[in-house]
């Protein structure tokens, strides 16, 4: 049974930061990209940093480039988020995605919360 599992979410105040974690299972993980989403209320799921099976290929969205970085590790079929410098507008619930087509797994989202 494949599932994403995230983790790491929470409440900081702006300038903070946080790690997330996504744990993988079901599927062989390292031939599949991985990406961060996130979706704040009201908005639209936006993409905010991919990689892809080798490490060298990372794309971020312009408003986290120099604030998040996306890594993963393949041996604990995980991926994760450094999101530093949080700012408020960063407040979303960050999903985690595979994708190697035509398969695309969700994990359940987590919430994290920029505020003072």
């Known amino acids: 049974q494949v599932q994403l599992v995230e983790s790491g979410g929470g409440l900081v105040q702006p300038g903070e930061s946080l790690r997330l974690s996504c744990v993988a299972s079901g599927f062989t993980f390292s031939r599949y990209i991985m990406r961060w989403y996130r979706q704040g209320l009201g908005k639209e799921r936006e993409l905010v940093a991919g990689m892809g099976n080798s490490a060298g290929s990372v794309n971020y969205a312009d408003s986290v480039k120099g604030r998040f970085t996306i890594s993963r590790d393949n041996a604990k079929n995980t991926v994760y988020l450094q999101m530093n410098s949080l700012k408020p507008e960063d407040t979303a619930v960050y999903y985690c995605?595979?994708?190697?087509?035509?398969?695309?797994?969700w994990g359940q989202g987590t919430q994290v919360t920029v505020s003072s």
């Open positions: 995605n595979a994708y190697a087509w035509p398969n695309s797994y």
